[in-house]
């Protein structure tokens, strides 16, 4: 018996490329429009939710939906732009929300992850054996900025790969990475692990920090740590040049993954909190 899933609200360009990449698994998707979504869902297995650059109409639409779907179990992921991201983050999370986002161009390796994540109707395939020895660059980057910059000592306590991109702290910082190597590097902080870091990093109290504040630092805490480990990497098949950082809060988010890139979770914890760097590099073929 194949998966049922629903591309709810696709434009024409974004429905034909959403299907085409579920047409590879074993896979049955229909069209739904948003007036019979709610309606409708108790007949799938997975929902894929287009979510435009605004924001507000989506948000009744997607509460409207988890209220129709009383107690059948059937996960929505959000798919939308780089644009459409900041807003649809609010919604990720809790009873009333989303379980995942997914980022435009769809990519196969994330459309695969998320079936057999929420379906279990793929098995992810193995991960893809890498040289790690870009990992350390990182670690010690991490340790050296958060002792530099905020005066806190942290350990590293883990290792693994993951099943896909997801962060999931409530602060994100997310940096590109191009050039010799490919991908992204990414730290995800919980809420007062993040306060508390910005807070030292600025001398200020947590009556005197603002959300702003907390997004900046996050976000130039990931440009020294990424800048820290190019200048190791510089001379190396995993040299890179750097994007500008993109800071995410409110909960968990998907990074957009390139396909067939594994990502290391390095795992830390300081002032006894846990906090992880996401790290998805390769070589590139050029």
């Known amino acids: 018996m194949s998966t049922e899933v629903a591309l709810i609200g696709f434009p024409r360009l974004q429905e034909q490329i959403a299907t085409r990449l579920l047409s590879e698994h074993d896979v049955h998707v229909e069209h739904v429009g948003h007036e ?36 059948h179990v059937c996960p929505i992921v959000i798919v939308t732009s780089h644009t459409g991201q900041y807003t ?93 190597a490919e991908g992204f590097v990414s730290v995800t902080f ?31 805490f990931m440009n020294v740590v990424a800048g820290a480990a190019k200048a ?6 995993h040299a890179f040049s750097l994007s500008i950082p993109q800071v995410f809060s409110g909960g968990p988010h998907t990074a957009a993954q390139p396909r067939g890139i594994p990502v290391f979770v390095i795992e830390f914890k300081a002032d006894g909190e846990r906090f992880d760097v996401l790290v998805c590099l390769r070589q590139t073929h050029s």
Not at 144 to 168: F, H, I, V
Not at 194 to 211: G, W, Y
Not at 232 to 237: A, R
């Open 88 to 180: 649809a983050q609010h919604s990720v999370g809790g009873n009333d929300g989303a379980e995942d986002i997914m980022l435009t161009p769809l990519q196969p390796h994330d459309v695969l992850q998320k079936l057999s994540k929420y379906t279990g109707a793929v098995k992810a395939k193995d991960p893809i054996a890498v040289d790690a020895d870009f990992i350390n660059p990182f670690v010690s980057g991490t340790v050296e900025t958060l002792k530099q910059m905020a005066g806190m000592n942290c350990e590293r306590t883990g290792l693994r790969l993951a099943p896909d991109a997801t962060s999931t702290g409530f602060y994100s910082g997310t940096i590109g990475l191009s050039g010799k």
């Open 190 to 220: 919980s809420k007062d692990l993040a306060t508390n870091i910005v807070c030292k990093m600025l001398s200020m109290t947590t009556e005197e920090v603002t959300e702003e504040d907390i997004r900046d630092g996050v976000g130039e």
């Open 232 to 237: 190791e990497l510089v001379n190396t098949k």
């Open 36 to 71: 019979e979504a709610a309606a409708r869902l108790q007949m799938f297995n997975l929902a894929l939710f287009f979510w435009p650059d605004g924001g507000e109409v989506a948000m009744q639409r997607l509460k409207a939906m988890k209220e129709g779907l009383g107690d």
